[in-house]
């Protein structure tokens, strides 16, 4: 009966060796990914659903890797360091550019190339310093598509204000959905968020949602009688000395039109 008993330990022990690590997706080192705010509240979506079809991931030819939200059949919306050159301080050229969406399970439900690009005039990427509050403000981009995409259903964007949005912060919870760096082939979804703070100096409001590397140009969403809306755009986190941080976002009323 012992040497059964020793066997049955041996066996089990061998089998635990040939499972994979359960973090065995984290690419980043040391416990913590930035942008995580304590637990990690990213939750696992079906891409290929409404509303998480309309959030997709944007194309630079391998440079970046950013997500960017369907407003309209025409237009995605993502942020401008994302589609940026950064040797010319211009936006890359659109023949470089695309944007794939409805993604899940290494299967797309649309994908296009970019025909003209929307920026704000006054955006420009300093490479050798961290972006002011003021350059994080003008850190959008409406990209065209080439063609529409008519068999994904798009996120329209809301006109509230930053002043609008924070007076609200305490009655409604907010979503925000990307391809973050560490599962940037899965969309992923912090759906029990708030907005946090308004910045005086800058058309921005600030988040808890747990966002990191390669969530830049996701959108928060907020859903309301008609849908969800995008209310803003992440852009950012600002990280303090003592290791918290905050999400960084544009409000959409900034650049609606």
């Known amino acids: 009966m012992k040497l059964f008993r020793y066997l049955y330990l041996i066996i089990a022990f061998a089998f635990c060796l040939l499972l994979p ?16 705010k304590g637990f990690d509240n990213r939750r696992l979506v079906n891409g290929s659903l409404p509303p998480w079809q309309a959030i997709g991931k944007i194309d630079t030819a391998g440079l970046f890797l950013c997500t960017g ?63 002011s509050l003021k350059q994080l403000s003008s850190d959008w981009a409406v990209l065209k598509l080439a063609s529409p995409i008519n068999n994904v259903k798009s996120i329209p964007l809301s006109g509230l204000t930053a002043q609008n ?36 100096k800058a058309e921005l409001i600030g988040h808890n949602c747990d966002a990191t590397k390669g969530d830049s140009g996701s959108p928060l969403l907020i859903k309301t009688k008609e849908g969800f809306r995008v209310i803003a755009l992440h852009v950012g986190t600002q990280t303090f000395s003592n290791k918290s941080s905050v999400g960084i976002a544009i409000p959409t009323a900034s650049f609606k039109k």
Not at 74 to 92: E, F, G, Q, S, Y
Not at 96 to 116: C, D, N, P, Q
Not at 169 to 178: D, N, P, V, W
């Open 69 to 131: 939200v369907l407003i309209d059949p025409n237009h995605v919306l993502t942020a401008a360091h994302c589609i940026w050159n950064r040797n010319t301080d211009k936006a890359i050229r659109t023949e470089h550019l695309g944007f794939v969406t409805g993604y899940h399970r290494e299967h797309y439900m649309a994908e296009r190339g970019i025909r003209s690009i929307r920026h704000s005039p006054s955006y420009s990427f300093q490479h050798r310093t961290q972006p």
């Open 165 to 200: 949005l924070i007076s609200t912060k305490e009655q409604r919870l907010i979503t925000q959905a990307g391809f973050s760096g560490d599962r940037e082939y899965i969309l992923t979804a912090d759906q029990q968020c708030k907005m946090t703070k308004r910045y005086k």
């Open 21 to 36: 690590p359960a973090f065995a997706d984290k690419v980043f080192d040391g416990d913590k990914i930035s942008g995580i």
